[in-house]
Structure formats: C-alpha cells, structure tokens
C-alpha cells in the first residue's frame, strides 16, 4: 500500500519495482495489495514487479470498496456483479490468469455476506479466483461467511499496540482453521521506533487524521516503544523487529505483512524471523505491556465505522 497511497508522495516507480523484486530475492513469496491503493495505481505496480514470477509468488487483492469518480471518495460496494466486475479489472492489472487471495476489503452493511461469499464462489468455479478472504470482519460475519464459501484467511489490524483481536478474532479463527494477516504490524511505523512527538508527517500522510498519531498521544505512548527499545537491546535487535518477532511467537498461521518503501527497512523487517522469543521473554513483554495504557483510536470515527461488521 505505502509504495502508492496513505503515506505521502508516491516513491520512484522503477525504485519500487526493484524494492519488490529484491524481496523476492531473500525469500518473500507474499505481496498484498488492493483496487483502492492509489487508486489501481498499486495493483499495476504490483502486476509489473512479479511479471517475471508467476508461479513463484502469491498475491492477494481487495474488493469492496469503489471509487465514486465526481469527488475520489471511497464507498463500500460488494453487489455480486459489482465483486465480478473488479476480479475482472484486478486480474488485467495484476497481469495474472487467476487471483491467489481475493478479499472483501471492508464488509458491505446492504450486502448479505452469504451474497458475496457466493459471488466469490462463482469466482473460484470459474478459475478467477483461488481463495477467498475477509478483512476487518466480525466474527459472526466471518462465520456466515465461511459457512458458504471456506475463507482462508482474515486480515485485520493486529500489533503490541492493537490486541482487540485476541477477545474474539483469535479463538474464532482456530476454531475454524482461518489464517491471520496482521496488517499495520508495525503500528503504521510507530513501534519501530523512529517516530515521536516531534516527527512531521507530509500533508498528504493519512496518519495526519489518525487519533493515535496526535502529538500528545504519540508521546503518551512512547512508552510502549521504551519497553521495546530495552528488550531489543537484550537480543540484539531493533524495537520493529521484536514487535515483529512477538506476532510471529502467537500462532503459527499468523503472516504479518509490514510494509516499506526502503531496503535497509526491508532487510530489516525480514531479519525479524531470526529473533527467537521464549516463552519467558513472552510473558515478561506481555505482563510490561498490561501495564501500559494506549492511547488514542486507531482510526477516526468515520472509519471506524466500517470495522469489525
């Protein structure tokens, strides 16, 4: 997403394709990206940088959201011939004959979920599409869901400084046999330490209307990132890396997917595999991390409204 929307200006095309291809090089095999990330602009990236890797690579995209053309907004849309309609334009963008992971970006309140799950389905009957996802949906949502056509995998928002997930999500998707895609593993930058109170975001950076990202609130939760600071010290790491490490310390089908527009930061992120987290590190970092109170939404409120249907 950040290589063409949310995060301010857009980097150098070319830089980023070779970004990609250089993480396909140490190993990375999953790429994640969505109609509204530019919007389209990232799926055509993304279809340009693994051109050369069919087969080798899985993409997952998103649908669900459309842009209205007269003002840019993003409205939620999951009507079965409009699902049908964007798995056609994604497959074109993303140069590929069928879509590895194909979520709901955001659940449709006027849509029955059983409808899109067999929208979907007909998808896959077809060979457009493999598998199907949700993002940011409920549990019962999910179940409803699943009950129609299986979901492999829920993406959801889920980090040291979110753990809502761990009331309902969790259980719900062990029970079920459902991966997890932790997105904004990193707290959008925020846990890697390299963000303060003092840090300027460019005008266009969404976390600029992010309640979490206000100046007084980011240095309330400051705190957070200390605490990873010192246990990083302990393992030779860097505060991103254990929050990386922890997620990957929950479960085994838990794949965060942090994202970056640099390759010190890519290697970085990668590197976070080597980390190993004990069951006693595991503890002392979560009973530290009760102790400290978060602050701020995550999203504004107008936002909010679309999660967790």
């Known amino acids: ?36 990330y530019g919007p389209f602009t990232n799926e055509e990236l993304v279809g340009e940088a693994l051109d050369p890797f069919r ?10 959201l459309r842009i209205v053309p007269s003002s840019g907004q993003q409205v939620v849309d999951s009507q079965p011939e409009y699902i049908k309609q964007s798995a056609d334009a994604s497959l074109k963008r ?20 059983e409808d899109v799950a067999g929208a979907v389905k007909d998808l896959m009957r077809e060979g457009k599409v493999k598998h199907f996802g949700l993002s940011e949906a409920g549990v019962q949502t999910i179940r409803r869901a699943h009950a129609v056509q299986q979901v492999t995998a829920v993406q959801s928002e889920y980090s040291l400084w979110w753990r809502r997930p761990e009331d ?50 980011r240095k309330a939760n400051l705190e957070l990132v200390d605490l990873l600071r010192k246990v990083a010290e302990q393992k030779n790491a860097t505060p991103g890396q254990i929050a990386l490490a922890w997620l990957l310390a929950q479960k085994p089908w838990i794949v965060p997917i942090p994202g970056t527009r640099k390759l010190e930061r890519l290697e970085e992120n990668i590197e976070a595999v080597t980390v190993e987290l004990t069951s006693e590190d595991l503890r002392e970092i979560n009973s530290a991390v009760s102790k400290v109170a978060i602050q701020g939404a995550r999203y504004p409120e107008e936002l909010d409204k679309r999660t967790g249907l």
């Open 55 to 64: 087969g080798q690579v899985v993409i997952a995209t998103k649908f669900g």
């Open 1 to 36: 997403m950040g290589m063409s929307h949310g995060y301010g200006p857009s980097p150098d095309k070319k830089e980023m394709i070779s970004l990609i291809r250089k993480a396909i090089e140490r190993g990375v095999t999953f790429f994640d990206t969505a109609q509204v």
């Open 94 to 113: 993303l140069r590929v004959d069928t879509i590895d992971l194909f979520y709901q970006h955001r659940v449709d309140p006027k849509v029955p979920i």
């Open 168 to 217: 309902e999500l969790l259980p719900t998707l062990e029970e079920l046999g459902i991966g997890l895609v932790p997105f904004s593993p990193l707290g959008k930058g925020f846990l890697t330490g390299k963000i303060d109170e003092t840090t300027a975001f460019d005008s266009s950076d969404f976390r600029n209307i992010v309640p979490r990202f206000t100046p007084d609130v």
